[in-house]
Structures are given as C-alpha cells and as structure tokens.
C-alpha cells in the first residue's frame, strides 16, 4: 500500500533536521570547535527520532492492517522483502563505511581511534544482524551509533509482523492496548532493564499503530479545529521550548510523546498544507532516510575541512565558524542524501516497487 497521507513526507524531513542540528554541536564540541545549542530546537534530536519510530509504526502497521482486511492474510515474504530493499542497502553501506573509517582509514591518517574497550568482531556481528542498539553500547564511534534506532524499527517488525498474520483482525486493537500499556510499564520499571538499557522503544510503535487503525476505521472521523489547534501548538512548544522536558519526570515525558506524537500524526493527515506539500519539501521528505545516515559522515568531512583552514580565537570568529559549521553540514548533507537516493537507493527501490 503507498503512502499517499498528505505532509507526512515532509515531516520526516523536519525530523532528520532535527538530528543533524542536535549531533552538530556535540561533534564539535567534542572536536574542540567552539559550539553552540542553547536553544531547545539543538536539544531534540532524541525526542525527533521517537517521532520517526511514532511515524513508522503509523504507516507500516497502517499497511498491515489494510492488508489483513483487504486479503485476510499478510503476505510476510513480500513484506520483509521490501523492507530488505529499501532499508538494508543504505544501510550496510554505512556499516561498512564506519568500520572501515574508525579501524583503518582514521589511522592511516594520523588520527588512531581510542579504545572505549569495544570488541570489533562483536561490532561486526551486531551490526550485521540488525542488533546495532546493542553495538552503540560499545561506542564504536558517531558513524555507527546512529545506526541503534534502524536495528529498533527492524526489530520491532520482525515481531509485528508474523504476530498480525496470526491475530484475528477483530483483536489486533486490542494486542497493541495491551502490548503499549505493559510493554510501557516494564520499560520504566526494574522488571525488564534489558529493553530500556538497549532503548527497545517499541510502545512508539504500537501506540502509533493504534492511531493509524482507529483513521483507517473511521475515515469519516475528524477532529475539531480546536482540537487540532491544540494538538499542533503542543507539539511546537516541545520542539521549540523546555517547558515539558522540565516540567515532566522521565516518565511523564515519555508518556507525553507517546500520546502526543500519534495524535499529532493523525491530525497532520486529515488535511494538505500548501507548504508541507511543496515539492522541494516532499523531495527532502522522501530522502531523508539518507540525511539521518549519512550526516554523520558529512561531519566528519566538515570537521577536517575546518581543521585545515578555519581559526576561532575571538567571539566572532566562534559565531562564524558554528554558522558556516552547521549550513555546510546540512548543505552538503542534502546534496549527499539526493545523490545517494538518486544513484544508489533508487536502484534497489525500483526492484521494490516491481514487488505486487
């Protein structure tokens, strides 16, 4: 089933932007660049990628369901291949890339990586098998760590999927209540460390899941406008501002995303915006799976670039080294992520749309 649900391609823009503008100051900082993240929006980078888990459960669960409905089966081969088609590509390329990046290229040049202790046969393997939120416990570097949050979403599918061709149609509401409640519960208890310790945030996934059968069910079901004002100034004022971060415990702000970002995609869906609807917007939207794995690499680009040429000893120099640090990073980010999409994804992505 395509997508066809009006501005959420570039929504996920938005939140690989996110990302990018939250790694940036870390990296530089902890490359000795002067930095700057004072304002809330350089903060959210973690809270955007729980919004990608919110909006992946939304559409791929959304799919399931219409075609449990529709066949009264799902087709679990065809699915896992075009999840392998569109997911593993990039994504073994950035594997590799990062191995050989911090183990043979950084010390080639000079810059040998220092030992966090991590075991490379044990980074190969994880990595490999789509246990990469385990790997980035070992700190194998930048490159590799933004991997953890593609092993989450492929772990969850290898789960959601075969449960939904067993589950009667009439039940799967009732699995993801469920599932979300409790599985929320042990994920900030004691009584299941190891799924919060390796950040399985799967209650995003099935929470959005909920919302995603409740717009294929009720199509006709559409919020008021004062509903929808509220729901979309919530969700500016936890990007743009501390207010809940500070005013909510742990839990609480976990709670709060995940009520908030299902809604927030339901409300988004009912109705085009001319701007989200921009062509040059749907095309960052549609490439951003590229901005969220390759910025990482740009950086490290950017970095040496900056090494080579830039100097920063007075406050103005700061400021303009962190502007041009941050525009070149996105620059050159979104000029990697369309040659990427371009010249290597859409080879694989044809083959997945040949797929009936």
Not at 47 to 64: D, H, K, P, Q, T
Not at 160 to 183: D, E, G, N
Not at 342 to 351: N, V
């Amino acid at each position: 089933m395509r997508n066809n649900l009006p501005n959420i391609t570039a929504l996920r823009f938005f939140m690989a932007l996110l990302v990018v503008l939250y790694h940036v100051p870390q990296f530089m900082s902890n490359r000795g660049f002067p930095s700057y993240n004072a304002l809330p929006i350089f903060n959210r980078g973690t809270e955007a990628v729980y919004f990608f888990f919110a909006l992946s459960g939304f559409l791929i669960i959304r799919n399931l369901y219409v075609e449990k409905k529709s066949t009264g089966t799902i087709a679990l081969k065809t699915f896992y291949k075009r999840r392998i088609l569109r997911i593993f590509p990039l994504y073994y390329a950035v594997l590799i890339f990062g191995l050989l990046y911090y183990n043979w290229i950084l010390p080639a040049l000079g810059y040998p990586m220092e030992n966090h202790g991590h075991n490379l046969t044990e980074i190969i393997v994880l990595g490999g098998t789509f246990f990469s939120n385990i790997m980035a416990k070992q700190n194998p570097g930048g490159i590799l760590e933004i991997l953890w949050s593609i092993g989450i979403e492929e772990q969850f599918y290898l789960l959601i999927a075969p449960l939904f061709l067993l589950l009667p149609l009439r039940r799967m509401v009732l699995f993801l209540v469920m599932f979300t409640m409790i599985y929320f519960v042990l994920f900030h208890t004691e009584l299941l460390e190891i799924i919060s310790y390796y950040r399985m945030y799967f209650y995003y996934f099935s929470a959005s899941g909920l919302m995603a059968i409740l717009a294929v069910s009720r199509p006709d079901l559409k919020f008021g406008v004062l509903v929808r004002t509220t729901v979309i100034a919530a969700v500016v004022i936890y990007f743009f501002t501390d207010f809940f971060a500070s005013h909510l415990s742990e839990i609480g702000y976990q709670l709060l995303s995940t009520i908030l970002f299902p809604l927030f995609i339901f409300v988004m869906i009912q109705r085009s915006t001319v701007i989200l609807e921009s062509r040059i917007l749907k095309y960052f939207g549609k490439i951003s799976y590229g901005i969220y794995m390759l910025h990482s690499i740009v950086m490290q680009a950017v970095g040496f670039l900056f090494l080579k040429i830039f100097a920063w000893d007075s406050e103005y120099n700061a400021a303009i080294l962190i502007i041009l640090f941050n525009l070149l990073t996105v620059a050159i980010t979104l000029l990697a992520s369309h040659w990427s999409y371009k010249y290597f994804e859409s080879y694989f992505i044809k083959f997945k749309q040949k797929i009936p």
